[in-house]
């Protein structure tokens, strides 16, 4: 009887699944050096990696109170309309890893080297871009402002 009464929990359980929240499809991966751009053709998205704006992140061998955060700088342009610049973290409390440009996301995955390079041209993003959006709760993705026609990147 146990086993009956489980078996059909689990099968209501089951039912109870959100079958209306859409799927979210990855579009692209991208690994990006600093101040390179990449295009994601298909939702029309220039992504470039701007800027390292801090690096605090605990050595991966060292013994620290807290994990450290590191701040990135996306430049995201559409076609037509003028380029945004997002800051994104790699710890959660810090702010988001993900932003959100006109339904669509782009997820920090990773920033390489684990530690402050001795060159700030070693640093490469690692981001994961989706078609669509899911609804997450947290921090939002810092939007810094908009960028002029003059001072977009070519």
Not at 19 to 39: D, F, H, M, N, Q
Not at 52 to 79: F, M
Request: with cysteine; hydrophobic share 40%.
């Amino acid at each position: 009887m146990t086993r009956l009464v489980a078996a059909a929990l689990l099968v209501l359980a089951a039912a109870c699944g959100d079958s209306t929240s859409p799927e979210r499809v990855t579009e692209a991966r991208l690994t990006l050096g600093l101040e390179e751009t990449a295009t994601v053709a298909s939702l029309d998205l220039q992504i470039t990696f701007d800027q390292v704006l801090e690096d605090s992140r605990c050595h991966p061998q060292g013994y620290c109170i807290w994990p450290g955060n590191a701040t990135v700088a996306l430049e995201v342009k559409r076609e037509g309309r003028p380029a945004r610049l997002f800051l994104l973290c790699t710890h959660p409390h810090v702010c988001s890893a993900v932003l959100e440009v006109d339904g669509h996301e782009v997820e920090l995955v990773e920033l390489d080297p684990p530690i402050q390079p001795s060159a700030e041209g070693e640093y490469r993003v690692m981001l994961r871009v989706y078609a669509g959006s899911a609804d997450r709760p947290g921090r939002p993705a810092i939007a810094v402002g908009r960028r002029g026609p003059g001072s977009a990147r070519s």
